[in-house]
Structures are given as C-alpha cells and as structure tokens.
C-alpha cells in the first residue's frame, strides 16, 4: 500500500489516511481511500498484466467526453467524476501501475441483483440521451474510439489456442477439449458480419459497450454508470447487446424509443457484436491464462469464467 500512499501524495496532493480494497472487476485493482475528510475511488491497471495496454491508452480520450457529458447533457450526475492529478493529467503512473482517480460514489453496485421497473426507466433513459450524441455533437476528437468492425483478437486467439492446442497447459488444454470447433464457427461468423457491417455503414452514436449489472451503482435515488474504458462511437447495437436476453428487454426498448421514436434494432450489428464479445472475452481470459502470473485461486476463478463463456458459445 506504500506505493499507493506515495502516487496520492506526489501526484494528487492527497495525505492518504485510510486505503480500503474494494471488490473490482478482473481488469483492475480498486480501493475506497481517504484524507479523513473526502473519500476517493481510486483504479489501479496492474502494469504487469497483459490486458492493461488496452484498457488504459484510451483514457485521455474518453476521459474528457465523460466530463462534457456530464457537464452539458442529461447524464449530469449519473457518471463517476474523475479528479486530476495536480498536473491537470486524467492517470498517472508508477512502476506498479496505472492509476485513476475519481470522487467517491456512496452507494451499491447493482452486481447479481436483479433490476426494478424503475431502475430499468433509469438506465433506459441514460442511454437513449448517450445514443443522442453522434460524433460531431460532442467538441473533441473521437475518431480513435470510432468503431471500425475490426477483430484484432482473431490472429492470437486462433495461434495460441486454435493452432497451438497441443502445446496449452493442461488444465486449459481440458476446458478447451471438444470445444475448438464452436470457437472457429463463431469467428468464421463474426468475421462475415464484420465485413458486411463495413460494406454497409450502419449509423454510429457514442455507446459505452460494457453495459451490465456491475458497471450499474445505486446512490440514493440515482443510478450510476460506471467504468466508460469502452466508449465508442458504434451503433447502438454496441449496448443493446447486453439486455437482449434479459426479460425486460422489451420495456427498455419501450422507453428507450420514447425519444428515438423511430429505431429498429439492425439484426446484423445485434449478431456481430454479441460474437465480438465472446471471442474477445474469451481471448481476454486465455490471455490471462497464457501470460499473466497468477495463483491457484485466481487462475481457478479465470478458468472457471472462461467455462461459462464455452458453454455459452456452445448453446
């Protein structure tokens, strides 16, 4: 934790009094902090982990559109507000990690719970004003989070699992058996509707793609989006996404199109990006798997999300 300490004191001007770990997703370490006057949400991207390159070189970029949207539109207060270093940087970093800052939310993720009528209004409401906004309504370069239907992931994915299957360990080499086949289909599928969608040009908006319960806070009255490393400017499908299979899904819409009054949901952008996940998480988690360094229990856990996105693909 000294290092901690020492980033809020250089970088922050923070005298950190109390460092708590908070439960965080698989991408970053979190901690409650204090002076013993303000509190802070403070992410930590692990220098040493293979996915930290991805999630943190876009931060300069949509950490300012967070700011404007929060500023100007009719997401104020329902987005974590991050705090500058005393350089007016939005991250800093040690040879530990990279870090975040943000005010302190005082609520509850929504995590395994299930979400009320109300809170499914709420949410509905906060993306139909985020899909409001194209790329020329909003005053900063996004053209590097413009979506462009690629799937980067493909090559390592099938080198180091397709095509080096023999060589994994064993305990992924098990989890993967009898599996390989589903995986090819699914990326010889993504990989058509990829080149269709690019062909096609669908409308693009800004989405935050990563739209599930645990990005999902409730404080007091207001519920909370959290966690915008994957803001883009896509089509809307890039949300949608995530509720297509819940069972308020038809409600969401409902009130979702009380302000896009004449939205169809595009099937082929639906189908590409629910495989464009799967394959990215599952290349995401073998990574981990593959590179990273891990104890018994973490690549437990690993292996067993990974088994759960198999099975998934497998229905």
Not at 152 to 176: G, R
Request: with cysteine.
């Amino acid at each position: 934790m000294e290092n901690i300490i020492n980033i809020l004191k250089t970088e922050y001007g923070i005298k950190c009094l109390t460092i708590t770990p908070q439960k965080g997703g698989w991408s970053a370490s979190a901690y409650k902090v204090s002076d013993g006057v303000e509190n802070y949400f403070l992410k930590a991207y692990e220098i040493n982990r293979a996915s930290t390159p991805k999630l943190t070189s876009m931060i300069d970029i949509y950490i300012p559109i967070t700011i404007w949207l929060n500023q100007n539109t009719k997401l104020s207060h329902k987005l974590p507000v991050p705090v500058v270093t005393k350089a007016g940087n939005y991250k800093c970093q040690d040879n530990h990690a990279i870090y975040l800052l943000y005010e302190y939310i005082d609520g509850e993720t929504i995590g395994d719970d299930e979400l009320s009528n109300e809170q499914v209004a709420q949410i509905s409401d906060m993306i139909a004003e985020l899909h409001s906004f194209s790329s020329t309504q909003i005053p900063f370069d996004s053209l590097k989070i413009r979506e462009d239907f690629s799937l980067p992931f493909l090559q390592p994915l099938k080198e180091h699992i397709v095509q080096n299957f023999e060589y994994l360990a064993n305990d992924l080499k098990e989890l993967l058996k009898g599996r390989i086949w589903s995986i090819e289909k699914l990326m010889q599928r993504a990989e058509t509707l990829s080149r269709f969608l690019i062909k096609n040009k669908p409308k693009m908006v800004f989405c935050h793609t990563d739209l599930h319960n645990w990005n999902l806070m409730q404080s007091k009255n207001t519920l909370i989006l959290i966690d915008w490393e994957g803001l883009k400017v896509a089509p809307p499908e890039a949300d949608l996404m995530f509720l297509k299979e819940k069972p308020y899904y038809k409600y969401f819409l409902d009130v979702y199109k009380e302000k896009h009054l004449d939205f169809q949901v595009n099937s082929d952008a639906m189908e590409f990006y629910l495989a464009r996940r799967m394959l990215e998480d599952t290349w995401e988690l073998a990574e981990q798997l593959l590179f990273d360094s891990q104890n018994e229990e973490s690549r437990s856990q690993t292996l067993k999300y990974l088994k759960a996105l198999l099975d998934d693909m497998e229905l």
